[in-house]
Every structure is written in structure tokens, then in C-alpha cells.
């Protein structure tokens, strides 16, 4: 599965972008999809993921209340919400979903198989 990550911009903080991922090549509809983000000089760490599609969702506590993760299985997309936008929330977003994800996992980067390529969140204050 190849993943399309867009939507990534600059804004001013409090202010708000969607994040789109598009998957082709396989759908992934009943697969567990997930953001991770990586700021310059730290790891990449879990921001949200839906695990399968339970609508089961699990948010890091930096961004817990903020941002949502939904998915549009039509269009074979997972969306990343992001409202009340932070400068710490500056860096570059991927998706990554994999169809082996068991539930202890689903915050592990290392647990994702399938990567899109990034796009790039600059929040100014």
C-alpha cells in the first residue's frame, strides 16, 4: 500500500489545518491507520490512530482535545483534524497504517509497516 500524506501548511497558533492521507494500492479500510510526527532534533512520537475501523481512537495527551482522526473509507483517506494549533505542534506529520497492528501497539511507530512521506506543519506564535 502506497500512503499520500498532504495538507500541511503554516498558520498562526490557535489557528487550524486538516491533515489528508490517501491510500491506493490496497484499501485499508479495516486497517489500523495512524499520525506520527517528527520536530527537528526529536524522535518521531504518536499523535493518534484509529485501531481497524471499530472507531476505536487513541490520542497522545499533547494533543488530546485538539485534533481528531477520522477516515473515509469511500475515499480510502484518513484525516487528521487539528484545531487550537501550538508552535510545539510544529513538524513533519506522517501516516502509517499496517494491517498486523495489535492493540498494545498501535502507539509504536515501529509497530507500522507502511509510511506515507511526510508533510511538513509550521505553527508560529
Known amino acids: 500500500v502506497q500512503l499520500q500524506a498532504s495538507g500541511g501548511g503554516s498558520v498562526q497558533a490557535g489557528g487550524s489545518l486538516t491533515l489528508s492521507c490517501a491510500a491506493s494500492g490496497r484499501t485499508f479500510s479495516r486497517q489500523t491507520i495512524a499520525w506520527f510526527r517528527q520536530a527537528p532534533g526529536k524522535e518521531r512520537e504518536f499523535v493518534a490512530a484509529e485501531f481497524r475501523s471499530y472507531g476505536r481512537t487513541y490520542y497522545a495527551d499533547s494533543v488530546k482535545g485538539r485534533f481528531t482522526i477520522s477516515r473515509d473509507n469511500a475515499k480510502n483517506t484518513v484525516y487528521l483534524i487539528m484545531n487550537s494549533l501550538r508552535p510545539e505542534d510544529t513538524a513533519v506529520y506522517y501516516c502509517?497504517?499496517?494491517?498486523?497492528?495489535?492493540?498494545?501497539?498501535?502507539?509504536?511507530?515501529?509497530?507500522?509497516?507502511?509510511w506515507g512521506q511526510g508533510t511538513q506543519v509550521t505553527v508560529s506564535s
Open positions: 502509517a497504517t499496517d494491517p498486523s497492528i495489535i492493540l498494545s501497539s498501535v502507539r509504536m511507530s515501529q509497530a507500522y509497516e507502511y
